[in-house]
Structures are given as C-alpha cells and as structure tokens.
C-alpha cells in the first residue's frame, strides 16, 4: 500500500434492489458517491454473488472491496461510509438483516483499533453474541474478516498480499484456511 496518502480497504455489499436498479448498480453508484467525499479510488475488486449471509436471510448479495486512499482518519471516513449507506437508502434495523447498501471498513493501513485488548475481544466473540452485540466504536481490522469468503475473495482482486496486523496472515493465506465450500460459493458477475 502506496504511504502517500493512507490506504484502506472498504467492503461493499448490497442484496436489495434500489431505485429500480440492483445491487451491482448500487455498488458502482456508491463507489462514485464516495469519490466526491474526499476519498480516491485507487482500485476495486470484481463484483461476486455472494449466498446470503446468515443463509436464509433475504435475497443473496453482490460484494465487492475497493482500496482507496484518504486523508481522513478512520473514525472521519467510518462517517462518511454511513452518510453513503444513507444516501442509498440504508435502515439499520436488524443485524446482519437485508439491505440496500452496506459498506464496512474493513483495515486502514495496518492499525489495530481501538487497542489490542479490545480488538481481540470482538475477534474471538462467540456467533450467538455476534447476532446480539454490536461494538459501539470502530473496531480495526474488521474483527470477522478472516471468516468470511465474501470480503476476503474480493479482497484478494485488489490487495492480495495485505498482512494481518494481528494473525499475520495475508489475504491469501487467510482464505486458504476457510471450507473450500464457501469460497467456492463466492463467484464472480
């Protein structure tokens, strides 16, 4: 990742149409909405159908990642990911429920946030409470991201080689450990 300006990956996703469009023009609208925010698009994964996750829980999802580059910090750009999910109609009312656009942080640069301690409680929380808590402060890396095929396979498009600042592990590395199974049900559009 270029040090000229810092670097993040965002995680996008969308399983419900908006505006008459579906979720792959969602995505690629949301990407140009972020770019007049003071963010560049430095590069953006292909766009993969993903099966719904919890499965069952609505319609399945296109997911993509973008690198991008800002002079904002972590806690200026989560905002700004939250004022695009809004622009596109975005309700948080369940977790991990349907929606129109959701767009995560998914690492910015290589720091851990809030601190170590913090981190690694919402890494190793169990699944029943990861359905019932939700951290009220940004969480960096994405405390799950080393579980799910749908942020990581698409990371692999764009920043293959990105390390883990705590497991160490590249985003390659990180997707061999998961069920083929899964990562097999992430294809691309």
Same mark, same amino acid.
């Given at each position: ?48 159908? *993903? ?15 973008? %690198? ?14 939250? =004022? ?15 929606? *129109? %656009?959701? %767009? ?68 390659? =590395?990180?997707?061999? *450990? ?12």
């Amino acid at each position: 990742m270029s040090k000229s300006m810092p670097n993040a990956v965002v995680a996008l996703g969308a399983n419900l149409d908006l505006r008459g469009n579906g979720p792959a023009v969602t995505l690629q609208n949301a990407l140009d909405a972020l770019s007049r925010h003071d963010v560049v698009i430095r590069s953006v994964s292909r766009f993969f159908a *993903t099966p719904c996750f919890p499965a069952g829980a609505g319609p399945d999802y296109v997911n993509a990642a973008a %690198l991008i580059a800002t002079e904002k910090s972590p806690s200026q750009l989560l905002q700004v990911l939250h =004022e695009v999910e809004q622009e596109f109609g975005r309700e948080r009312v369940q977790r991990w429920g349907m929606r *129109t %656009l959701d %767009l995560d942080l998914v690492c910015f640069e290589d720091q851990v946030l809030p601190d170590r301690v913090t981190f690694d409680r919402w890494r190793t929380l169990p699944t029943d409470a990861q359905r019932q808590e939700a951290p009220d402060q940004l969480i960096l890396p994405h405390p799950r991201l080393q579980d799910r095929a749908f942020v990581l396979v698409p990371m692999a498009d764009i920043v293959p080689d990105w390390r883990h600042p705590v497991m160490g592990r590249t985003v390659c =590395e990180m997707i061999q *450990t998961l069920p083929a199974v899964e990562v097999a049900a992430v294809t691309a559009l």
